[in-house]
């Protein structure tokens, strides 16, 4: 039958402890293993019986050896023995010598069970022989107590002549001195310091031995009257309490020390009772509250907390009484009403006799990481918002490109008044349809920019006269540009169509006028702002700012402002694509966009561009003259029937040679069996087969002398490096009507000459 033994495991390592329970049963024992791994615990634990105590020698802020002391302090026959993964001599010898009863090697765990016998069937022997002497002792004690009359030193002081007319041969033990050379003077004068109730009962006494030596003694006392009531003198015991004081004077220490600790803690230590209320809590808890330390005791959990969060608290505190430890977050409020979002280790506690009396919690301030987690939540929900405007735009795209063209098509050839007015409202519905599409490519980052190195000083100087007729009289204009102005790389078009939905939303925020300001200014970006701003890069940017004294945005509005179709105004007023244009653009130009506003307070919008150390260039022209008809050979390939068709007999009608396919392969094909020259090749770039940037170096190998025109609804393909244009790729934007089509198309065919 297994031999039951009550184990104090002093461990870490679950796994570790695991393993020691299994050697330990395999070796013929019951275990019944606690397991702590701080010192706290450890001296909780050393409150209940325990037959060995096995101590990891190196812990995490611990270690065996300081193990073995708290133990031979408490419980000094308690055998202690060490387990290490490795051994050192030296450590060995001091470990033994503090009072290990073994040292074990955890890769010798079979070396355990046998140590473990070895020190039950020892501390079986001393405490039989304890309890043999503790017998002998106690019949001395009454023997010596009936021939002496009291305890350890008594003693009877007369007060008339200050002498003892009886002390104990102790007295010598304790002082070095023998009764015959004790007096009450001499005792005097060897006493350092007293502490206790000189005329009461009893005084402790620090007093110096013959030898020199300091010790403490304890005079329990009471009076000695005469037969008539007077007092003749005092009646005695003098005990030696020096390891009593020495040992209050350690727990003083500790005391002082785990105080120093648990103030001093980065963490909020918090204590609380059964019904939620502080017991205590140190300097860093009240500081993350914002209260004064010395206001905590007695304040209710659920006081630092909406009204709203408290059930959910309670429903918490509940589980603990269950004793559940666990870790939870809270949001707090703060004296000022600023939230506290915090990480709670707590801790049920109970008394001896089970019943829960409070929790003690580990509080660490996590509000900037929620903070972080919050704004990565919003980018991940505008970029999955993109993406599906993006892909919306892309298909509506190819639909609009056929309208568009068969409707200029129609145009060209029906003179019918009655007709002709329809046509061109069909044409301009699908041109303003086609802005919707551009605008959420613009959001979605998909739109295909022609970046220039700029001014913006220039920029926003050049557009003055166009916001002031903009925004209206009632509306104050002023521009602050920086001097010595960074350039940025940026399409120039775009950072128009940014300054100026950005106006209009001030615009619409003062309707009865108010004052505008555009600034802009050389910042820098440091790591700190770029850690609090996923997708920020640190470094020098240039910075395009543009306030308002208008109404102002609430929190709600503020945090969806950039969301496309998100709009306050009324129904039919505006389409919600405003600042989620100007959001997909500056994101797009490698830039980012912060807004500052609150109710009443007016808005500021601060766009960060970055920096570049090149000079600003001029923007290329874009042709207006009517196309020219061509008679070169083309090869369109689109993967879009409808979009094919009326691409073609745009280009048939014009002069050209038109050669269809609707895939990479077939283009391929179509081109081999060819024999005379193919002079361009027009073709998508997206395509479910083949992307039309492989087909284009496919042919490039086949035909070197071809030219080629990209067209997409939209891109992010490596042939437009995400949506910027590599120099020297000729790309056309979806959807596009018969002129820009075969006005790109000659321009990409002139370009070879």
């Excluded at 700029?454 to 001097?483: K, P, S």
Aim: charged share 25%.
């Amino acid at each position: 039958m297994p031999n039951p033994v009550r184990v104090l495991l002093v461990e870490d390592s679950e796994a570790d402890a695991l393993l020691v329970e299994r050697h330990l049963r395999n070796q013929g024992f019951d275990p019944r293993i606690h397991r702590v791994e701080t010192e706290a615990e450890l001296l909780v634990a050393l409150g209940h019986e325990w037959d060995v105590v096995l101590a990891d020698y190196t812990l995490p802020g611990f270690d065996g050896r300081r193990a073995l002391a708290l133990v031979k302090a408490r419980i000094p026959d308690l055998p202690v023995i060490v387990i290490s993964g490795t051994v050192d001599d030296e450590e060995l010898v001091v470990t033994m010598k503090a009072g290990a009863a073994d040292y074990v090697l955890k890769d010798k765990l079979s070396r355990l069970g046998p140590a473990i016998r070895r020190e039950l069937q020892d501390a079986e022997s001393t405490r039989s022989q304890e309890a043999s002497e503790r017998a002998r002792r106690e019949a001395e004690e009454r023997f010596r107590f009936v021939v002496q009359h009291t305890g350890e030193v008594p003693y009877r002081l007369r007060f008339d002549t200050m002498t003892y007319d009886y002390i104990s041969p102790g007295i010598e033990r304790l002082t070095g001195f023998t009764p015959d050379e004790m007096s009450a003077g001499l005792f005097a004068t060897r006493v350092v310091r007293v502490a206790g109730q000189l005329a009461g009962s009893w005084a402790d006494y620090l007093v110096r031995k013959k030898t020199g030596e300091l010790r403490w003694l304890s005079d329990h006392s009471f009076p000695w009257l005469d037969d008539a009531g007077g007092v003749l003198g005092t009646v005695g015991v003098l005990t030696d309490i020096t390891e009593r004081k020495q040992a209050e004077e350690e727990l003083r220490k500790s005391e002082e020390r785990y105080r120093q600790i648990v103030e001093t803690a980065h963490e909020g230590v918090w204590l609380i009772d059964g019904a939620g209320n502080t017991t205590y809590a140190n300097r860093r808890m009240a500081d993350l509250l914002g209260v004064r330390v010395d206001d905590m005791p007695g304040r209710s959990l659920y006081e630092f907390m909406d009204e709203e969060a408290r059930p959910a608290v309670r429903a918490q505190v509940e589980r603990r009484k269950g004793g559940l430890a666990e870790q939870l977050e809270f949001c707090f409020r703060r004296k000022d009403g600023s939230r506290l979002w915090a990480l709670l280790a707590a801790s049920p506690m109970f008394d001896e006799n089970g019943t829960f009396t409070g929790a003690l919690a580990m509080v660490a301030d996590i509000t900037e990481r929620k903070l972080l987690e919050e704004q990565l939540l919003q980018s991940q929900k505008m970029e999955a918002i993109g993406r599906l405007a993006g892909g919306i735009a892309h298909d509506f795209n190819n639909l609009l490109g056929v309208i568009i063209g068969y409707g200029d098509l129609l145009l060209r050839r029906i003179d019918e008044p009655s007709l002709r007015p329809k046509l061109e409202q069909m044409v301009k519905a699908g041109e303003r349809a086609s802005v919707l599409t551009r605008q959420l490519l613009a959001f979605s980052r998909k739109q295909v920019l022609e970046p220039r190195v700029l001014d913006l000083n220039a920029l926003v100087t050049e557009m003055d006269t166009m916001l002031r007729r903009l925004i209206g009289e009632d509306i104050q204009l002023v521009t602050v540009v920086a001097a010595a102005l960074g350039r940025v790389r940026a399409d120039p078009g775009q950072l128009e169509q940014v300054l100026m939905n950005v106006v209009v939303n001030a615009r619409d925020a003062m309707p009865t006028g108010g004052r505008l300001t555009v600034e802009t200014a050389n910042v820098g970006l440091d790591p700190p702002y770029a850690a609090e701003h996923p997708g920020v890069r640190p470094g020098p940017h240039v910075m395009l700012a543009v306030s308002d004294t208008g109404v102002g945005m609430d929190p709600e509005t503020r945090r969806r402002a950039f969301e496309p179709f998100f709009t306050t105004k009324p129904a039919g007023q505006g389409t919600g694509l405003g600042l989620a244009t100007v959001y997909g653009i500056v994101r797009q130009s490698g830039g980012h966009i912060e807004v500052y506003s609150e109710l009443g307070q007016g808005t500021s919008f601060k766009i960060y561009l970055p920096r570049v150390d090149e000079e600003a260039g001029a923007t290329t022209a874009v042709p207006t003259a009517p196309p020219a008809r061509g008679a070169e050979t083309v090869l369109l390939v689109e993967d879009e029937d409808a979009l094919r068709e009326i691409a073609s007999r745009i280009l048939e009608e014009h002069g050209y040679t038109v050669l269809e396919a609707r895939s990479g392969p077939a283009a391929l094909e179509l081109a081999d069996k060819h024999p005379g020259p193919i002079h361009v090749l027009v073709t998508d770039v997206v395509m479910p087969q083949m992307p039309g940037r492989e087909l284009a170096e496919q042919l490039a190998i086949r035909r070197p002398s071809l030219r080629v025109l990209f067209m997409s609804g939209y891109t992010e393909q490596a042939v437009l490096r995400h949506g910027v244009l590599s120099e020297g790729t000729a790309f056309l934007q979806k959807p596009f009507g018969p002129d820009s089509f075969l006005s790109k198309v000659r321009q990409v065919l002139d370009a070879a000459e």
